[in-house]
């Protein structure tokens, strides 16, 4: 399975034995500094690295394809360009996490595979239809508001190249959050009809954002180890409230209301208390039955074919270079 990287091993019997390298791993990370593609590092640590990285890159590329439907229909010339933009800034974002990935040791493609076969996960958001023009605006400024608050954090986690790689996507990703927010400016100011389409579109993706950020940390099983690796360094639940905390003035300020009977203002901790987001529909969403999973899987397996001829042609090109010239003309 691994590609890189196997030379860490303490394989060398006059190296050092496998609890030092795990204490002064973990000493390298409680003094913030960085673990980088050579250094040896634990199996967990690797593993639990493949998984996060390789998941965020398959949500971004599968992240394409509820905006991508829309390009077509987009409104105006210049909201058509900004929304084509947003689409292929979330497909770059997906190829340099997969690069991340792969300096774990992990190949693009078993990582592609296991997206393709149903294996890995990717976000639940992205297995909600986008069914109005609206659904633009609520998915910038909410999922890409929600995907900021959690990977501002991870411009900060102990592994080097997923560090690196999110600094640029958080860059583009706040001129996502601005474009959505601005369409939702846009409609909330325009005609009745334009408003009850922006509310509609907070009805149905306010929820599914709220979950976005993972299950409550009371069953979050991964949490705990990852703050410890300082992958993480927020919790699921401390996000969410960062997050709503955030978006519920800006909700305020376009005059439409959050489908949130419970939510109110706490004058004590300045906080947002909210409902219960319904567990069960996201427990069933990332077990592949959300009202999309099927359908986003069958695009992007078919796109993977269609593409097949383009991958051949590239590896036969890239097979004939590394042959030795035989003198005759080609
Ligand atoms: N959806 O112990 P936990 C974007 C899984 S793309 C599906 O809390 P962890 C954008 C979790 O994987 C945004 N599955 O896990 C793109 C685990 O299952 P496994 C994508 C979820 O890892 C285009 C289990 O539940 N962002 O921004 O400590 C257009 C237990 O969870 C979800 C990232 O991927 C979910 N929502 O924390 C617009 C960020 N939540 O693997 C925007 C990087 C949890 O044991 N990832 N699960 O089978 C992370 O920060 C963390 O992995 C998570 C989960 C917070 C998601």
Not at 71 to 76: D, F, K, N, V, W
């Amino acid at each position: 399975m691994y590609t890189q990287g196997l030379d860490q091993q303490p394989d060398d019997p006059s190296g050092p034995a496998d609890d030092e390298l795990a204490e002064r791993f973990q000493a390298r990370i409680d003094a913030e500094g960085r673990i980088e593609p050579k250094d040896w590092m634990p199996e967990g640590y690797r593993r639990t690295l493949i998984r996060q990285i390789a998941q965020h890159a398959h949500s971004e590329v599968v992240g394409m394809l509820p905006e991508g439907n829309w390009i077509t229909r987009a409104p105006t010339l210049r909201r058509k360009a900004v929304l084509l933009a947003k689409v292929q800034d979330e497909g770059g974002h997906g190829m340099y996490l997969y690069s991340a990935a792969e300096t774990l040791g992990v190949s693009r493609a078993e990582m592609i595979e296991q997206l393709l076969s149903g294996k890995a996960k990717y976000s639940s958001i992205f297995n909600y239809p986008a069914l109005t023009w609206a659904d633009m605006g609520a998915i910038g400024w909410l999922v890409d508001g929600a995907a900021i608050m959690n990977q501002i954090p991870l411009c900060r986690c102990s592994y080097g190249p997923y560090a690196r790689a999110m600094v640029r996507v958080c860059k583009e990703e706040s001129f996502h959050q601005r474009q959505g927010f601005e369409i939702m400016l846009t409609l909330c100011r325009g005609t009745s009809a334009q408003k009850n389409l922006a509310q509609d579109a907070l009805n149905r993706w306010w929820w599914p954002v709220v979950m976005m950020f993972g299950p409550s940390d009371r069953d979050s099983i991964h949490s705990d180890q990852n703050m410890r690796w300082k992958i993480k360094r927020f919790s699921n639940d401390e996000l969410r409230q960062k997050f709503i905390d955030a978006t519920v003035p800006q909700a305020e300020f376009l005059g439409l209301s959050i489908p949130d009977p419970a939510l109110r203002l706490d004058p004590a901790s300045g906080h947002y208390h909210y409902g219960e987001p319904d567990w069960n529909e996201f427990r069933e969403v990332i077990k592949g039955n959300g009202p999309c999973n099927r359908d986003r899987l069958a695009v992007r397996r078919k796109a993977h074919e269609d593409g097949r001829w383009v991958r051949d042609a590239a590896q036969a090109y890239a097979n004939k270079r590394r042959a030795p010239a035989t003198g005759q003309a080609a």
